[in-house]
């Protein structure tokens, strides 16, 4: 399957509250296009919903390691950070 069909589910998902089955398919979406920035603040939004801030983190700094000029990321982790 294409990661942006698993990025579209896990939306859909996250509306009918399946907060965990989001995450999984985020997460699958990445495994199939990791460069991909969308589908990996995909994941970092689910987890936000899901309020697993710690993994928030560590996705925020392995996406910035990726997208080293996206400034509100880096904003957003410097404040998860305090």
């Known amino acids: ?3 942006l069909v ?3 589910l896990s939306a ?6 399946k907060h ?6 985020a997460r699958k979406a990445v495994a199939l296009g990791p460069f991909n ?9 689910q987890l936000v919903q ?3 801030y710690d993994q928030v983190k560590a996705e925020m700094e392995r996406y910035l390691e990726l ?5 509100h ?6 404040i998860a950070k305090q």
């Open 20 to 25: 965990a089955e989001a995450i999984l398919s």
């Open 73 to 78: 990321i880096g904003e957003m982790l410097a």
């Open 1 to 3: 399957m294409q990661p």
């Open 50 to 52: 899901d309020k697993q």
């Open 6 to 8: 698993y990025a579209d």
């Open 37 to 45: 920035a969308g589908i990996r603040k995909t994941l970092i939004y």
């Open 12 to 17: 859909s998902q996250e509306q009918i509250g």
């Open 67 to 71: 997208f080293p000029e996206d400034d």
